[in-house]
């Protein structure tokens, strides 16, 4: 069946601009998570999602960044006033459910870079 | 919160032999123990995972065991092949996700010497 999937693969934007980010988690998972992976960095865990709801906001960077879900599918992460340190793939990764120990599948990301 | 400190950064190693990479995490709650894949431009695969109630877990030629003791864990892979070729990063959770996410090493990067 179809992977995560998010779009778009590449975007450069300039400083203080907005940008959304989008995924499409594996269809009937309910949990989806975001993360963020800077260069020659690990994997930065930004936030999660049950169904549509996010409980907890706090691994976000900065008030700059929000997200949301609608209909328990789809993800847009929002980047407002870009800046350069912003610039890292962004990749979003869904789940079965959150109750248990559950494999998250990776979708492929978006390289932003901020100019 | 949880850190995970994951060794060696790069690792060289000939087609064919043996290749092991260690993680040490901080939190011993943590009880999911995952193991991901990556090549260049694409994302994050796991290849491999442990929950705390098992010592050690084979797949073909890639072993991981835990040491919940030591809070360490470590990934084993035999017989490389250059497909093996690529970033291993490990990660560790609480609950496999939900509110804490994983938590990642920072990677290693397997080279594979024909």
């Known amino acids: 069946g179809a992977g995560v999937s998010q779009s778009p693969s590449n975007k450069v934007t300039e400083k203080g601009k907005d940008v959304e980010l989008r995924c499409d988690p594996i269809s009937g998972h309910t949990a989806l998570y975001w993360y963020r992976q800077s260069l020659g960095q690990g994997l930065e865990f930004l936030i999660y999602?049950?169904?549509?709801?996010?409980?907890?906001k706090s691994g976000l960077p900065s008030d700059r960044f929000s997200a949301e879900r609608t209909g328990g599918s789809v993800s847009t992460l929002t980047i407002q006033r870009t800046q350069q340190e912003d610039s890292a793939v962004y990749l979003c990764?869904?789940?079965?459910?959150?109750?248990?120990?559950?494999?998250?599948?990776f979708g492929p990301g978006t390289r932003l870079l901020v100019l | 919160g949880e850190n995970v400190e994951q060794h060696p950064s790069t690792l060289s190693v000939q087609e064919g032999d043996s290749a092991v990479i260690k993680c040490t995490y901080s939190d011993s709650a943590s009880n999911y123990f995952p193991w991901y894949k990556q090549e260049l431009g694409k994302g994050p695969q796991l290849i491999i995972d442990i929950r705390s109630n098992v010592g050690e877990k084979k797949d073909q030629r890639i072993a991981v065991t835990l040491n919940k003791t030591a809070k360490h864990f470590s990934l084993h892979i035999t017989e490389t092949q250059p497909e093996d070729s690529a970033v291993y990063f490990c990660?560790?959770?609480?609950f496999g996700g939900g509110a804490d996410g994983l938590t990642f090493g920072k990677g290693t990067h397997l080279i594979i010497q024909p």
């Open positions: 990764a869904s789940s079965l459910d959150f109750t248990g120990q559950e494999t998250q599948y």
């Open positions: 990660a560790a959770s609480i």
């Open positions: 999602f049950q169904g549509n709801s996010a409980p907890d």
